[in-house]
């Protein structure tokens, strides 16, 4: 299957980290929800888990290469953040840390959760959310013909 490719931001207040992620899709308009599946054992899902908020950002094309540091490292081992600061890739907006190239930023507040073989569900409200650039959505095919992924 052809995804989008998404990035959660998450934090507890003291840390934060940022995940790849690409289950995650619209599931109602009234009132505006998404479910989002975060895989097990991740310090994203640690977060979320303690926040209950967190911030889904639909990624455009030219952020390819953030998948390797996103999604191919741990968050329990490096300091993502920090990385993408460095690189001045990020700002601040609604007590989180996003990728200021991203497309879109949505703030999502968690109802309800569930467990979903190697990922945990959740279901979450759209709080607020911001689009920031036209462009295309990177895909999980963008990934592959750029050997970023496996098919």
Known sequence: ???PV???SSNDGKE???HIITYAT???MQPKRFVCGVYHGTKTLE???RNGSFVLQILAKNQARLVILLGKQSGKKIDKIARLKKRKLVEEWNGFTVL???LAVMLL?????MEGGDHK???CDVLSYRNQHNGSALTTEDLRKANIIRA
Do not use: R
């Open 47 to 49: 977060l979320v888990e």
């Open 6 to 8: 998404y990035s959660i």
């Open 100 to 102: 200021t190239d991203a």
């Open 109 to 113: 507040k968690v109802v309800d959760t």
């Open 1 to 3: 299957m052809n995804l």
């Open 16 to 18: 934060e980290n940022m």
């Open 121 to 123: 569900i959740f279901l």
């Open 26 to 28: 619209a599931i109602s």
